[in-house]
């Protein structure tokens, strides 16, 4: 039977590689290599091989955050990891589902033979125009092995939404096929991934903090803000910490933290959490329920303060949203530009 792999690195890519797992491709077997760049226990990994979705299940210990790791992955750029050959050597390999990593090592399975296409990498696929292309780095090793224009052959982008995408349009853009079934299947696998407790909390406002120093002159003007909207429209904030935040005291003295490494995205599947807004700087966040599900009323109103923060026009962020409202007309992701339409947006949620 032919075999589509698929190299994720986030709780992001794995649901929709299990999507495209059980939709587009569902009839080749599905096998799945992680590279740990979130909390994976071996309980999680147990219980991605035990989903029925999946042959098999690996980890690419694939990193950047020492020397060591540093040198092994420039080894790799010229002798591939064992378990990239083992993939471009398998003879059953149909394709390889690709989402924004390694360019060396796609333009290595390219070169074997493999058709290797893109998957949704999140927002940057919509926005991100750089998304699919490799930094200055990569290009210099793949220039010296004269492979960089076999990236060129990567030419498909499988994403939820392509309508929205306002970005590589260069490239073929497939739909990942959602229907109840499938949506049923991927549910039951995040909520074991990822358990969430029901969070029902009514006057109330999600906040998603995004990790950064406190002596930021951005964060603490953005922290005010937060205060403001306490202030203002007379609700709770809770917090919802960066999955890879160390800055959890910051904000226990202040507002209630969510107890949960759980991504957003999860959250919005297993439809446990409610909030009357979700305020964010420039958290991705509050687009994921308009991507992998549209059908959650209670996520459509956000304030992203990106603006009012730093003077910044988030311009790619509000033509999406003009994308989104023209199939989600109840859509309401506000970019207020001075503390009088802050206030008067807080007053009437």
């Known amino acids: 039977m032919k075999t589509t792999y698929y190299i994720c690195a986030t709780p992001y890519h794995i649901i929709a590689a299990s999507t495209l797992a059980c939709g587009n491709f569902k009839d080749s077997q599905a096998k799945l290599l992680v590279m740990p760049h979130f909390v994976l226990s071996e309980e999680m990994i147990e219980t991605l091989r035990q989903s029925g979705i999946y042959s098999s299940v690996e980890v690419y210990n694939y990193s950047n955050k020492s020397k060591l790791q540093n040198l092994k992955r420039l080894f790799n750029a010229f002798i591939p990891d064992r378990k990239i050959f083992k993939i471009a050597h398998d003879k059953n390999t149909e394709r390889v589902v690709f989402f924004a990593l390694d360019f060396i090592d796609a333009a290595y399975l390219v070169k074997k033979g493999c058709e290797v296409v893109f998957g949704d990498d999140g927002i940057g696929a919509y926005i991100n125009g750089n998304c699919y292309k490799p930094r200055p780095r990569p290009v210099k090793v793949l220039k010296m092995k004269h492979q960089l224009e076999l990236l060129e052959k990567i030419t498909k982008l499988y994403v939820y ?20 079934d499938i949506t049923t299947r991927i549910t039951e696998l995040v909520s074991k991934l990822w358990p969430v407790e029901d969070v029902e909390i009514s006057n109330s406002i999600l906040y998603f903090e995004q990790p950064r120093e406190d002596n930021s002159a951005s964060l603490i003007k953005e922290l005010k803000y937060v205060d403001k909207a306490k202030e203002v429209s007379g609700k709770d904030i809770y917090v919802k910490m960066h999955p890879r935040s160390t800055y959890r005291a910051r904000y226990q003295q202040k507002y209630q933290v969510l107890d949960t490494n759980a991504p957003f995205e999860a959250m919005i599947l297993q439809d446990k959490t409610k909030f009357d807004l979700m305020m964010t700087f420039t958290s991705t966040a509050i687009f994921v329920p308009f991507l992998i599900n549209n059908s959650y009323s209670h996520y459509t109103k956000a304030i992203l303060m ?36 802050f206030n008067e947006i807080l007053k009437n949620v």
Do not use: M
């Open 161 to 180: 939404k392509p309508d929205y995408v306002l970005s590589n349009r260069h490239l073929d853009l497939v739909e990942i096929q959602q229907s109840p």
């Open 306 to 341: 990106q603006t009012i923060v730093d003077g910044a026009r988030g311009i790619s962020f509000e033509q999406l949203v003009d994308k989104i409202k023209e199939n989600n007309p109840e859509c309401e992701i506000y970019f207020p530009k001075d503390e009088e339409e």
